[in-house]
């Protein structure tokens, strides 16, 4: 079993990737101190953890200073502790914390597995490492913009069927492989 952490302060929270275009792999990091820590996760699941926290930010106040995206780079090195199955995010009004819960992805777990979660409320239940993030609404504005420009970064999505094309084109299953779409 991997490590679990609890940040209740980071003094740094972003997304990034490594890797070329349709090759990359996206990362959740977080710096405390000087402890580092940093998530695999998969390209739907940054653009889902920006579309939710831009929900729960709607209904705050608004951040004070919200960190450029360009200063948000991964800090070296950028070797993941796990692949992160699930998410949860929750607002602790006392602190004024966005607080970020991520799950490790077991071989057993339903994502793993590519079915549904079903979602307990006991720690004590999950199979995997648990990560706890408290980020200020800075940070979650930071992640948010960023998440958004990295995932429409990637590949263009085909007209005809949506997955994402080479610069050369791809095998479209909407035309039977009749003809390749191109960029």
């Given at each position: 079993m991997s490590s679990s952490f609890d940040l209740s302060d980071p003094d740094r929270v972003t997304v990034g990737t490594v890797g070329p275009a349709g090759g990359r792999t996206?990362?959740?990091?977080?710096?405390?101190?000087?402890?580092?820590?940093?998530?695999?996760?998969?390209?739907?699941?940054?653009?889902?953890?920006?579309?939710?926290?831009?929900?729960?930010?709607?209904?705050?106040?608004?951040?004070?200073?919200?960190?450029?995206?360009?200063?948000?780079?991964?800090?070296?090195?950028?070797?993941?502790?796990?692949?992160?199955?699930?998410?949860?995010?929750?607002?602790?009004?006392?602190?004024?914390?966005?607080?970020?819960?991520?799950?490790?992805?077991?071989?057993?777990?339903?994502?793993?597995?590519?079915e549904e979660e079903a979602i307990s409320d006991d720690p004590a239940e999950a199979d995997g490492a648990i990560g706890r993030l408290a980020l200020t609404r800075a940070q979650a504005a930071a992640i948010i913009a960023r998440g958004v420009e990295?995932?429409?970064?990637?590949?263009p999505p085909c007209p005809f069927c949506g997955y994402p094309m080479d610069p050369a084109g791809h095998s479209c299953p909407k035309t039977n492989g009749h003809r390749a779409p191109t960029l």
């Amino acid at each position: 079993m991997s490590s679990s952490f609890d940040l209740s302060d980071p003094d740094r929270v972003t997304v990034g990737t490594v890797g070329p275009a349709g090759g990359r792999t996206f990362y959740l990091q977080a710096r405390q101190g000087d402890r580092l820590v940093t998530l695999k996760l998969e390209k739907q699941q940054v653009g889902a953890l920006a579309e939710l926290l831009t929900e729960l930010l709607s209904d705050l106040p608004d951040p004070e200073e919200v960190p450029a995206t360009d200063t948000l780079e991964l800090e070296e090195p950028v070797l993941a502790e796990w692949a992160v199955g699930s998410m949860q995010l929750a607002f602790d009004a006392g602190a004024d914390r966005i607080v970020l819960i991520a799950e490790e992805v077991t071989v057993d777990s339903p994502a793993a597995a590519g079915e549904e979660e079903a979602i307990s409320d006991d720690p004590a239940e999950a199979d995997g490492a648990i990560g706890r993030l408290a980020l200020t609404r800075a940070q979650a504005a930071a992640i948010i913009a960023r998440g958004v420009e990295l995932v429409s970064a990637g590949r263009p999505p085909c007209p005809f069927c949506g997955y994402p094309m080479d610069p050369a084109g791809h095998s479209c299953p909407k035309t039977n492989g009749h003809r390749a779409p191109t960029l």
